[in-house]
């Protein structure tokens, strides 16, 4: 298996355009979650998806910020307008649903976005 | 509600020198811990876990950890580090099917 693909690794952008960033999931899991990474913050989850559906959104920092999983094997994070404080790497983790005690995540080697 | 305190954001380490980074963690009810490892521009990595069994566990890098219930905690040693060592280290704990909680992480720095 490939593991978690993220794409694309890096992405620099302007203020006030529209970033997506995409996550592949290892085939067979079936619980996806988005992470942000920063210094200030460290290890921030943003949304957790069981079976295609959000589960906990309560992490999205404010409306500019939108995940969709519209199959098993793909999911986007999106972020419009975006802005400088938006700057960090984006990670993409997945699991088999009710494994985790056992196996953890699997981790994407994640995206780095940088607004300017 | 369940959380997980790493005491030390940085631990900086000479070479071949031991270490041991501190984690502690909070639950009422079965723990399942893990340590997950961040080399610089990578994801995490799972290191190692504890599930059950014996409170001792050690990963194929030569780093291991040890389960204390009475003190709450799960510090993650080497005896000897190495300048590929050098990373951020994460101590999670799931206290649920599906949930993985991580702490803040502890940058290791590997001094010459």
């Known amino acids: 298996d490939a593991g978690v693909i993220q794409s694309p690794r890096h992405e620099v952008t302007e203020m006030g355009q529209e970033v997506t960033l995409r996550c592949k999931p290892i085939?067979?899991?079936?619980?996806l979650f988005w992470y942000r990474q920063t210094m200030m913050r460290g290890l921030e989850l943003l949304i957790y998806?069981?079976?295609?559906?959000?589960?906990?959104d309560s992490g999205m920092p404010e409306d500019r910020f939108s995940a969709k999983m519209p199959n098993a094997s793909f999911s986007t994070l999106k972020i419009q307008p975006s802005e400088p404080r938006d700057s960090a790497v984006y990670f993409c983790?997945?699991?088999?649903?009710?494994?985790?005690?056992?196996?953890?995540?699997?981790f994407g080697s994640g995206t780095r976005l940088t607004v300017v | 509600a369940q959380s997980v305190t790493q005491l030390d954001s940085q631990v900086p380490v000479f070479e071949e020198a031991p270490v041991e980074l501190r984690c502690n963690y909070s639950?009422?009810?079965?723990?399942?811990l893990f340590w997950y490892v961040q080399y610089p521009n990578q994801g995490l990595q799972l290191l190692l876990k504890y599930l059950s069994g014996s409170t001792l566990v050690e990963s194929i890098n030569g780093f291991e950890a040890e389960f204390n219930k009475s003190q709450t905690s799960f510090h993650l040693r080497k005896p000897s580090v190495h300048i590929s060592d050098t990373a951020e280290y994460f101590c999670?704990?799931?206290?649920?099917?599906?949930?993985?909680?991580f702490g803040k992480g502890t940058r290791l720095h590997i001094l010459p």
């Open positions: 998806f069981n079976n295609n559906v959000p589960i906990d």
């Open positions: 999670a704990v799931s206290p649920s099917a599906d949930k993985i909680i």
């Open positions: 085939s067979g899991h079936n619980s």
């Open positions: 639950s009422s009810v079965s723990v399942y």
């Open positions: 983790a997945s699991s088999l649903t009710g494994t985790a005690p056992y196996y953890g995540y699997t």
